[in-house]
């Protein structure tokens, strides 16, 4: 694909799709030789991978885990917006945020210098994503300037440095995974001259057949999924049989397999575009939900995933954007959507808390915590209304985003929407 080709939409945050549907097959059938390799690769590593997965599966939410500090979410530089962003960000209570600098903004370094500055001033750690178009891979010299440039500037303002990003998305500008490693290669390079930390491959949504024949080439500090579930809707539902907490144990399965066993597991981008944003919205269609929706599949991805003890951190995509972000911020007043309010309440009660167990419901979701000797579930159906009853009595009942519900005794009506249920300490 001819690098000149390269579109950006500035609404949407992402490259515009410019190959037709038969150009990309085209262009996909004359690198075959490298799809099977990549399917020897898979082939020679599959059944360790499987085994080792059932291995995890068997003790999938059957032992406490940790929660600690997952919660971050992205941001992006928005010309005179600096104080509202921060603002945002402090209220949300995050203490973790990622900035992305595409490789065609290498003039605008001191813009983004700035605008880290300000992060950090505030509290924020920072993980810098760099972003790559077809000219990179053309044009290596650019590509190794360009990292070179970023590793100088910010190695003393960010601890780590993820390389690429979803790559194998061709509107992105790679076509195979060979590709994808002709950047990485010189970026491990480069990291040893700055002494900074890198993460990758950034691979978006389920095509985990990616991940063996790159880390088998490439040595990263931590392993970055960009781990959509928007396509099947809700997180509990399933893609090939596989729902949320499956795929997360597959790709952990997956990551210590093929690399040094223990490397952390982050996701660095999620979202759910939204209905009716129109030409904001990355994705048309079925991918699209209602605010409430968003709120409500947010809350139950950071629960599902977190549960697993497998993700270290994970990344909402974006705290600011008209057709996914927390906030709209089309016009002068930001509106903050209810996933925004759904995010604080969720980092208020999850941030330093303990996975205990889940419980075995037919009809609801129903997870376990502790935090400060006081035990509480998060709770939701995956469909429609259930009444539940606990087995200690309630002490307090509040809903997605903090509002007190009412509740009788041990019995509680559980929809769609998350609830936190309180039980209060049983020392």
Not at 74 to 88: C, F, M, T, Y
Not at 219 to 238: C, H, K, Q
Not at 397 to 417: M, Q, W, Y
């Amino acid at each position: 694909m001819d690098s000149k080709k390269f579109s950006w939409n500035p609404y949407a945050d992402q490259p515009h799709n410019v190959a037709s549907r038969s150009q990309r097959f085209k262009a996909h059938f004359s690198y075959a030789g490298s799809y099977l390799r990549l399917a020897a690769a898979n082939l020679q590593i599959l059944v360790p991978i499987l085994i080792r997965y059932r291995a995890y599966r068997r003790t999938l939410h059957k032992k406490c885990v940790p929660i600690g500090d997952p919660f971050a979410v992205s941001v992006s530089l928005l010309d005179g917006k600096e104080d509202d962003i921060l603002q945002a960000l402090k209220e949300t209570g995050v203490n973790h945020t990622l900035v992305r600098i595409p490789s065609w903004e290498k003039d605008h370094l001191p813009e983004y210098d700035v605008f880290i500055d300000g992060l950090r001033n505030s509290g924020m750690d920072v993980v810098i994503a760099l972003l790559q178009n077809r000219e990179d891979v053309l044009d290596k010299k650019r590509w190794i300037d360009f990292l070179n440039h970023v590793f100088s500037r910010f190695s003393s303002k960010s601890l780590f440095f993820e390389i690429g990003h979803a790559w194998n998305r061709t509107k992105w500008g790679l076509w195979d995974y060979r590709e994808y490693l002709e950047l990485a290669r010189p970026a491990f390079s480069a990291a040893q001259t700055y002494d900074v930390n890198l993460l990758g491959p950034a691979v978006i949504d389920f095509e985990f057949h990616l991940y063996p024949p790159v880390l088998k080439a490439v040595d990263f500090d931590a392993i970055t999924s960009l781990l959509y579930v928007d396509r099947v809707g809700a997180p509990e539902n399933t893609q090939f049989g596989w729902d949320l907490s499956k795929k997360i144990t597959l790709l952990k399965a997956a990551v210590d397999q093929c690399s040094r066993k223990g490397k952390e597991l982050w996701i660095t981008e999620f979202n759910w575009p939204l209905k009716g944003t129109g030409k904001y919205s990355p994705a048309s269609g079925k991918p699209n939900v209602s605010e409430e929706q968003q709120a409500n599949f947010l809350v139950r991805y950071y629960i599902l995933a977190l549960s697993t003890g497998m993700v270290k951190r994970i990344y909402w995509w974006q705290l600011a954007a008209p057709g996914y972000g927390l906030i709209d911020n089309r016009g002068k007043q930001w509106r903050k959507r209810p996933s925004f309010l759904a995010f604080k309440t969720l980092v208020v009660h999850l941030r330093n808390s303990e996975f205990v167990r889940k419980e075995m419901n037919a009809d609801a979701e129903i997870f376990l915590f502790r935090k400060n000797r006081d035990n509480f579930a998060v709770c939701w159906t995956k469909k429609g209304c259930s009444r539940h009853s606990f087995s200690d009595p309630i002490l307090r009942a509040l809903d997605r985003d903090g509002e007190e519900l009412g509740f009788s005794g041990t019995r509680l009506v559980l929809t769609e929407k998350p609830v936190y249920v309180s039980f209060g300490s049983k020392e």
